[in-house]
């Protein structure tokens, strides 16, 4: 039983008004998702009404154009196992249309029936594009295998050679790709091959990737670099060359594939935000801050527009090249985080104004109601907001605006007030064998979180006080901040972790304690010389150095007290010995607001006070040799 003329013009109408309504729609590039959604429930409609009729070779064609178009948008609404019973479905029916049998669950042994008893006929363009269809799901689903299979299957049809690879079957791939001009199509099928061409090189290179086979990935991409394409996959393809450039140590090389990337698309905010890594890599800082700060210029922007952006098309890169694989590969910082990265790194290479006023922004989005979302990625974390409002006070602190230093660490030690325990006790615990910190309760780990941030807020409170010539106050501030970091006691010190982990980190948080206390008792030590307490500044020097070694401008503050309280030879000692020996390196990872501090407020000229030392120690020298 065939379909009459006329229901079959009737349904070819319906079909090509349903494809035009849609073109007009995406021509105008007008967000209506609500279109799509209409478009996509006429052609179920249209398809099981054609469907209702036992199978036919006369309506093959209708047939299969009207599924290829339903299944086009059903990749946008429904499930993919969805749209593969929907396809699979359309396969049965078209084998029943030439008098074939393959009723079969499994795609890939479906597939081979189909190409079988289609293969070499007249059917042949309408079918590979149900095929492509399938090709677009299995992408999707990042099912290169069941890919090559079905590659091979076509090869093996077309009597061509096949070499067991994916890249290799899809250089040899050969589509008819013939269009009916009286049966339109929602997208067409050279469009769509084009589009899955590219997708599959750059699939296939980012598994590469996984792999860390990295000089194989950058042929695949530079392969699919020569390609026809849309702008945004182009793009996509360069910065993963530029990817595979900097993993194989060639940063320059990296950097031309990113330019590439933004001049074929400047919202490819990936290449941005990877050219902004590469220049950290060279010690560029100042092309770094530049690229970082036309990222969050250009994320804002799309933020801006995403209310009125069209909604993407039929088949999007998203859809084909999974946007979770995509991000394990290379992300983009949320803006938030951008932000907090340049005021970090303008911090890092001394442009305090910049940093202060990217400081202050980052406060206020975060204390902003309508404040972006803070992206919890493993690969790309935010700091716990205690941690970016002392990194801020300490900017603030170097762009010499003591008074934004005190207000934002008000901030924090109110937040902290009622979470600073009266005392916390570490001990170590025996596992296997290892010694390792008690810390492994998250309440443990957080209440020594809260002493350390209650205590740096106390501590940086001190150099502002000392900016502003208030001797008193730091004093005061610098003594609340000792009685807060006190509270932590350590029962064993010479303590090992043989773990990566959650261990390494309570270690590194409780060294970070103990240059806290140095670097906090050396700031007490110079309040008091400077009110000319001695002794008291002598004892804070001495256990600043216990807390904290290696300090050059502490160990030089010790020898001047020692020299005003006329112990010098005491003095000499401590000056041969700082003068024989360098800073020594402190093996933790510390928070900016210690890392970069560098001792500048505790900084003293040595030079009369060396001439003094070398003039006694040379007297001393004569006297023994006499």
């Excluded at 209409?38 to 009207?66: D, F, H, M, N, S």
């Excluded at 500044?537 to 503050?557: E, H, I, K, V, Y």
Aim: hydrophobic share 40%.
């Amino acid at each position: 039983m065939s379909i009459t003329p006329c229901l079959f013009g009737k349904w070819s109408e319906d079909n090509n008004s349903i494809v035009r309504k849609w073109k007009e729609f995406e021509k105008r590039r007008q967000p209506n998702r609500d279109l799509n959604k209409q478009c996509y429930t006429e052609l179920l409609r249209l398809q099981k009404k054609i469907q209702g009729l036992p199978a036919a070779a006369e309506q093959l064609c209708l047939e299969v154009t009207v599924s290829y178009n339903a299944l086009l948008f059903s990749l946008s609404f429904s499930k993919s196992n969805e749209t593969q019973d929907n396809l699979t479905h359309s396969l049965v029916r078209a084998l029943e249309a030439v008098g074939a049998r393959g009723a079969c669950s499994d795609p890939a042994t479906l597939w081979q029936h189909v190409l079988k008893a289609l293969g070499g006929t007249e059917f042949v363009p309408w079918i590979e594009k149900l095929l492509l269809i399938q090709w677009t799901i299995w992408l999707s689903e990042s099912h290169l295998e069941g890919t090559l299979h079905l590659l091979q299957q076509i090869h093996s049809t077309n009597k061509t050679s096949s070499a067991g690879d994916l890249l290799a079957e899809i250089r040899h791939l050969t589509f008819s790709v013939q269009e009916d001009a009286s049966l339109l199509v929602a997208v067409a099928a050279k469009d769509l091959k084009d589009l899955l061409l590219i997708c599959t090189f750059i699939s296939k290179g980012v598994e590469l990737m996984k792999e860390e086979n990295y000089a194989e990935a950058l042929l695949a991409f530079q392969e699919a670099s020569i390609l026809p394409s849309p702008r945004a996959a182009l793009a996509h393809v360069h910065t993963l060359t530029g990817l595979s450039f900097t993993k194989l140590g060639r940063p320059q090389s990296a950097l031309q594939c990113y330019r590439k990337a933004l001049e074929v698309d400047f919202s490819c905010h990936r290449a941005l935000y990877q050219s902004s890594l590469v220049y950290r890599q060279l010690g560029n800082s100042h092309a770094e801050i530049e690229a970082l700060l036309l990222l969050h210029s250009a994320v804002l922007l799309r933020s801006e527009r995403d209310s009125s952006r069209p909604p993407p098309p039929l088949i999007s890169l998203d859809r084909l090249l999974g946007s979770e694989k995509m991000a394990s590969i290379s992300q983009t910082p949320s803006p938030l985080l951008i932000l907090h990265t340049l005021a970090h790194r303008c911090v890092h290479s001394d442009r305090n104004s910049e940093a202060a006023e990217f400081y202050l922004d980052l406060l206020a989005c975060l204390q902003s109601d309508a404040r972006p979302c803070v992206s919890t990625s493993d690969d790309l974390p935010f700091p716990r907001i205690p941690v970016v409002y002392l990194e801020a006070a300490f900017a603030m602190l170097k762009a010499q605006r003591s008074w934004d230093v005190l207000a934002i660490c008000d901030e924090v030690i109110a937040k902290t007030a009622d979470l600073v325990p009266e005392r916390l006790l570490l001990e170590p615990c025996d596992r296997l064998g290892h010694t390792t910190m008690n810390l492994e309760s998250d309440p443990v780990g957080d209440k020594l979180d809260c002493v350390l941030w209650s205590g740096a807020a106390y501590f940086l409170q001190g150099h502002a006080h000392l900016q502003l010539k208030d001797t008193k106050e730091a004093l005061s501030s610098f003594t609340r901040a000792i009685n807060q970091l006190v509270k932590v006691f350590v029962k064993q010190e010479d303590w090992t972790v043989h773990t990566p982990g959650e261990a390494a980190d309570h270690k590194n948080k409780v060294r970070t304690l103990e240059v806290l206390k140095g670097q906090t008792l050396g700031g007490r030590g110079l309040c008091f010389a400077e009110r000319g307490q001695l002794k008291e500044a002598l004892r804070d020097f001495q256990l600043s150095l216990q807390s904290s070694p290696g300090g050059r401008n502490t160990q030089m503050w010790l020898v001047e007290i020692l020299w005003r309280l006329d112990r010098k030879e005491e003095a000499a000692a401590v000056w041969k010995q700082t003068s024989s020996s360098s800073d020594s390196v402190t093996l933790v990872d510390l928070p900016l607001y210690l890392q970069a501090w560098k001792e500048d407020a505790m900084h003293l000229d040595h030079s009369s006070l060396n001439k003094k030392l070398e003039d006694f120690t040379c007297s001393c020298d004569v006297k023994t040799q006499t």
